[in-house]
């Protein structure tokens, strides 16, 4: 499991980002319009895909792609 | 642990009730375009029914009831009790199931009372009326069961608005020495009693001038404090968190079975992206899990019997289905049940 693949898994969830745009130092919400939808659609593919639930908070918490990587990572750990 | 098995209680028959008046969330003032058909692909909501004002639960559930107590040609008199779930009764006191059974002619032999929960009150009001039946003592019963939440949500706060619909259920519970056993897993959370909550004119916080107030919570999110607030991350996090397990634990280790052994899981329709979500999480194949949401919103308690109502009539004729029923939501309060639907009279959806 890699960051690359974590942003790709990003990408493909949202229509307005184009492939290779996220890089892991990113800020993602400057790259698609933040709202509490797209929070619950992060948590939906980070529970299917790494099989661990990120709360709202550790969106909230989180400022670059790389930041919610660790998160999902150190979540996975705990497991 | 609450985990009941409940014996001698057969489910007899499953009737609905929605208003005929229905919004399209396409048509929502408030919000762009494009976050309206976000909204939609994520939440799986196109369209909801909305009480006229002065309509209420009791009204729908009244209908519901009736038609049902015809389909069955049940004599009333022979009723024993009565239970009406919901968060949205006539009154604050008393307590709208004995309304219900004066209203529909009932017995005063008949026993009538309230429960009040949400998402969950479907499969907790079975669990009580269904315990009670089992004695032997009531033999034949209604579950009342649906909210009209649109009279509780704020127009101008998209984050409640554009999920709630009305509607009105009833469910017809028979005592039958045969029957297949029902078994029950039921839990709750109260540490997250403010994730879904009415804030005002209860008695923790009385009702005032001040309730009547319109504040501006930001994100499109403007309300009093007599309407819903509803925390849709926590919501989330929280079905995501517990209704898989809750479910695996009833099957599993209660039944003894495996999750593909069921031909049916009718899940609290809250959220089209959450119930694909626990889907995915239980590895089960779609064609079990049937959906009303897209059509009629979120209706509370009433929306597993809705979904039964609406997408499975045709399903549950015939042989005997194994199914499990799942609702969670406001209290925090959740819970799942394994009913066999044997030859269930269900009558076509009323419109009023």
Redesign the interface.
Known sequence: MSIEKFIDQVEEEFEELEQGTLKPDSNFREYF?W???????I??LI??EYDV????ED?QQAATVQDLYHKVMELKEAS | MAVLTVPHTRVRGIAACVPRNEESNYDYELTSE??RK??VK??GIETRRVAEEGVTTADLCYQAAEQLIEELQWDKQEIDALVFISQSGDYILPATGILLQDRLGLPKTTMAYDVNLGCSGYIYGMAQLGSLISTGGIRKALMLVGDVSTATSSYRDK?TYLLFGDAGTATALEFDKDASEMTFNLQSDGSGYDTIIIPEGGLRKFVSEESFKYKDHG?GMVRNGIQVAL????V??FS??EVAPNIRELVENRLGKALDDFDYYVLHQA?M??N??IR??LKLEKEKFPNSIQRYGNTSSASIPLTIVTQLHEQLQGDVKNIILSGFGVGLSWGSVNIHADNLVIPKLLEV
């Open positions: 319009e709202n509490s939808v797209n929070a619950l659609i948590i939906a529970d299917s639930t990120i709360n709202a969106i | 494009k976050e976000m909204f994520t939440t984050s994100n925390n849709g991350e926590k989330f996090h995501m968190r959220n992206l959450m694909n979500s995915r999480k």
